[in-house]
Every structure is written in structure tokens, then in C-alpha cells.
């Protein structure tokens, strides 16, 4: 019998995170099992514009805990760099398929323009040592922050950010990336659940936010980030009431990139406050 909405939101979710298929640095395998230890019972990996975690692991129910096909699509919603996750997608869809490809060749020319720009700024050729960081996953402006670290540029992840690769720093490369509504399509294309991830991290005035949820729902989005790894308990409380608001399915993950990250650890973000619609209550 499968548990009563109350014992869902009770037992541990996490339905953001991620593997070395994107800028994590866990393994699929060994993200798994750290789950299993920290008890979670429903989990999705969602790499950034890919699923090939996915070719190591199998969505579906084991003893411990259930699996459902995730990803996090970056997109663009005006100026702002948007994310959304699908979430219990089929794997194997052509829609997913479709987007995924779309994302990645937009990966790889961001990525061949960001390493032009950091050799003009006399930091040397590094398209190649980069494209070694991040192995079979998705390439993203972390592995450029960890070649910059490696060579002695910066010192920290966060100071390559802030010196290089952030927003409207000088390594920046802005990309026209799919809109709300192309990757809307894809993930319900793929019998997806489409979730705004982590509302709270864009910074946006309330007018924005509400016409960001607006514009979402528009474009077919179904539910919202609720509660994430990075966001105080007063934002999570706000959500919660934008989410009842605009009728939302509600979503919770701790966006876990690596053991020790300064937000939360992977599964221990806080129960959906009272009055959400859990987003899994329509799988
Ligand atoms: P990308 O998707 O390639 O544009 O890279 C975005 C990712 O970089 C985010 O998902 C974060 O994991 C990471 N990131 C963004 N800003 C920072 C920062 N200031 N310091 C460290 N990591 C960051
Ligand atoms: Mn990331
Ligand atoms: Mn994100
Ligand atoms: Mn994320």
C-alpha cells in the first residue's frame, strides 16, 4: 500500500541534485548511496541539461528508496538565467532526447567562446584541460572555475566567479539558452513534471517573481521549488504561500553539488509547509 500523503512529506525527499555527469562531485553510483545512508526515500538526479547519470543508474523503486528520471534545464526569461526542472521524465523519450541535445551544443559553444575570452585575458589555452574537468558530463562554467583554482589564477570556485566567469564579469559569455516555453515542451513531451528551481536564487522584485510564475505557468510549467538547499526558512514560508497562490505543485531538493557544501546536505532539507501539494502526489 503505498504511503498516505502525510507519511510522503514526512519521509525524506530530495528532488534536486547532483552527479559528475554535471558539476557535482559525487558519482551517480556513489550519490546513490549516499542517499540510502542519509535515508531518503525519494530521490531524482538532475544534472544540468543532461540525463546521462542516468546510463549508471535505474529509476524505479528498490528497498530503500525510489528513483524518478530527473534534469535541470537552464533557461533564459528575459535577462535573467532561469532553471527548471523535469522531473519523473521517461528517459528514453525523443522530446527529452531532443532537448538535451539542444542544451548540450549550446554547452559547447559556450564553451569554446568562454575559453577565447580567458586566453585573451592572457590566462592561456584551456578548452582542452577543461573538456578533461568534466569528463563525460555536462561542461559548465564550474570546470572553468576549477581550472582556474588548478592553474593558480584564483584561489577559490567563488573567487572565478566572482573575477571571471559571473555575470557581467569579463569571462562571461551570455547565451541565448531555450525558453521557458522549448523546455516546458521537452519535459512534459517526456510525461514530465516541470518545476521552477529555487525561485528564491534569482533575486528578482516581487513584480518579477510573480510575472516569472505567471509566465511559467503559461509556458505549461505544473509546480515550484518550495524548499531549497540555500534559502532561509522566511523565503521557504513566502513560496509556500506563492505556491498555494498561483496553484502550484510544490517541489523540495537541496540542489546538493558535494559533500560539505555550505548549504544543506544532500536530503536534509526541511518537510513542504502545510497547505502544498506535493509534486509527487501526481506520479
Ligand atoms: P552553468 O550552468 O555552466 O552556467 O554553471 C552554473 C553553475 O555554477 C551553478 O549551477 C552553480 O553550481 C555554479 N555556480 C554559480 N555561481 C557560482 C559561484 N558564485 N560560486 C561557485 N559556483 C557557482
Ligand atoms: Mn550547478
Ligand atoms: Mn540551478
Ligand atoms: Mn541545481
Redesign the pocket.
Known sequence: MPPSREGLVAMRVDLHT?TTMS?GTLTPRELLERAAAMSIRLLSVTD?DTVRAYSQLVPGASDSLTLVGGVEF?TQWRRV?VHVLGLNVSLDSDALGEGVRHQQAL?LERAARIAHRLERLGLGACLDRVRVLAGEGSI???HF?RHLVAIGAVST??Q???KYL?AGRPANVRLAWASLGEVVGWIRGAGGTAVLAHPAKYRLTRTKLLALLDDFIEAGGQGMEVVSGQQTGAQTRDLASLCIEKRLLASCGSDF?QPGQPWAELGRVTALPSGCRPVWDCW
Open positions: 547532483h558539476d544540468h537552464s538565467g554547452r559548465g562554467r564550474p572555475a570556485l567563488e572565478a566567479f566572482g559571473g553539488h
